[in-house]
């Protein structure tokens, strides 16, 4: 078996979400604030999970409409801009708690 060359494999594949599976995301994370907010940090900036997890206040800028974010995987930041009026709202409100 040591002689038999492996065949290379594609496993990469992109998907993303239709209009309508996004809306029914929206729909059934609308009654939990902080989930509604992380779906729509994902969806607006393409950051992985840990990066979202990780992104503070001083990372936002609400004059620009822009939010700081760091590439895990290459450990690189990048900014990527506040998609929505609903996102930036979130945003604020979120901040205002945690200064409270």
């Known amino acids: 078996m040591k002689k038999v060359k492996s065949l ?3 496993n990469s594949r992109e998907r ?3 209009k309508n599976e996004i809306l029914q995301l ?6 939990d604030e902080q989930l509604h907010l992380f779906i729509l940090l994902a969806l607006t900036t393409g950051a992985r999970v ?11 800028n609400f004059d620009t409409k822009t939010i700081s974010v760091l590439d895990e995987k290459n450990r690189e930041k990048y900014t990527a801009f506040l998609g929505s009026q609903e996102l930036e709202e979130l945003l ?3 901040g205002k708690k945690s200064k409270a």
Do not use: M, N, S
């Open 8 to 10: 290379k494999v594609d």
């Open 16 to 18: 993303y979400l239709t």
């Open 26 to 31: 929206f729909e059934h994370t609308q009654d």
């Open 50 to 60: 840990g990066a979202i997890c990780k992104i503070t206040p001083r990372d936002i």
């Open 92 to 94: 604020k409100k979120k």
